[in-house]
């Protein structure tokens, strides 16, 4: 199961409907107690891929840092279309960025690739030329 997380309606609707055509079962929450709430209800989230920015005073950076309180290992992308990347210290070890705009198919391919490499060896080490570590 993949967490979404993007206040954009549209941009969470188009990301939803595609990741989903591309193999994942995908939960949405438009804010980031929505969705440390599922992250809390649900064993069953493999990943997470949050927007930097999200309204209610938490933003993406917070938000994956609690989680990982509660899931260690999860893991999980950020993506923004304000931001090149991430500050020093902001990120989770072993996240993911990607620019916006990019293509779901792309999203589908990092989280893939993360979620079957957290399975088989734990935090991922190779960077893609398509997107970047953090």
């Given at each position: 199961?993949?967490l979404?997380?993007?206040?954009?309606?549209l941009v969470?609707l188009t990301?939803?409907d595609?990741?989903s055509?591309?193999?994942?079962?995908?939960?949405?929450?438009?804010?980031?107690?929505?969705a440390?709430?599922?992250?809390?209800?649900?064993?069953?989230?493999?990943?997470?891929?949050t927007?930097?920015?999200?309204?209610?005073?938490?933003?993406?950076f917070?938000?994956?840092?609690?989680?990982?309180?509660?899931?260690?290992?999860?893991?999980?992308?950020y993506?923004?279309g304000r931001y090149?990347?991430?500050?020093?210290?902001q990120?989770?070890?072993?996240?993911?960025?990607?620019?916006?705009?990019?293509?779901p198919?792309?999203?589908?391919?990092?989280?893939?690739?993360?979620?079957?490499?957290?399975a088989e060896?734990?935090?991922l080490?190779?960077?893609h030329?398509?997107?970047?570590?953090i």
């Open positions: 199961m993949l979404v997380v993007e206040d954009d309606f969470r990301l939803v595609a990741l055509d591309g193999g994942f079962e995908v939960l949405e929450a438009a804010d980031a107690r929505e440390l709430t599922l992250v809390c209800d649900r064993d069953d989230i493999s990943a997470m891929l927007d930097i920015n999200l309204p209610g005073g938490s933003d993406g917070a938000l994956a840092r609690a989680a990982r309180v509660i899931r260690p290992h999860l893991p999980v992308v993506a923004s090149a990347g991430a500050e020093e210290g990120a989770v070890d072993g996240s993911r960025f990607l620019a916006k705009p990019f293509t198919s792309l999203a589908a391919a990092v989280l893939h690739d993360m979620i079957s490499d957290n060896h734990g935090p080490h190779e960077v030329a398509a997107e970047r570590r």
